[in-house]
């Protein structure tokens, strides 16, 4: 399921962000870059955390940042972003942040699948630890490969 989401051109590896919007606005930047979501996407994005607090942190060190798709979803998209350093996004139960999962979901239904895809591969024992160690794009889509391949 997030293999058909995930392209290599949204995978970034040590991205240096100053703090949780910083963070989110680059994470989704190659979303807008590729055509997949607006640049009103990412806005809404950021808004929706400043007026709802950080319901995008989804667990310990894990942020999806999305927005409703009418907000500017294009294109099913998923982004994989590993920071440089931790941000804190204001949530006492899982901050810091490490990885953010950018979504674009153009339907409630896809964004619901790929949600409940990632909350599997999370659970899957060490997928964070080998997200952490890739070399790159392309050993990212082998390990989201290999994880949801295990959990089928």
Request: glycine content about 10%; charged content about 20%.
């Amino acid at each position: 399921m997030l293999c058909e989401l995930l392209d290599e051109g949204l995978i970034q590896l040590g991205v240096e962000a100053t703090d949780w919007e910083d963070a989110v606005r680059k994470s989704a930047r190659p979303l807008v870059e590729l055509g997949m979501a607006t640049q009103g996407y990412v806005d809404d994005i950021v808004r929706g955390v400043k007026v709802l607090g950080p319901y995008i942190v989804i667990a310990p060190h894990v942020a999806l940042p999305h927005a409703r798709p009418e907000c500017g979803a294009l294109k099913p998209a998923l982004g994989v972003v590993t920071l440089a350093r931790p941000v804190t996004f204001g949530s006492e139960e899982h901050d810091p942040v490490s990885f953010l999962f950018p979504l674009s979901a153009t339907d409630n239904d896809a964004h619901l699948g790929a949600l409940q895809a990632l909350v599997e591969l999370l659970r899957s024992p060490g997928f964070l630890a080998r997200l952490k160690g890739a070399a790159g794009p392309a050993d990212v889509m082998r390990v989201v490969r290999e994880a949801e391949g295990s959990i089928m």
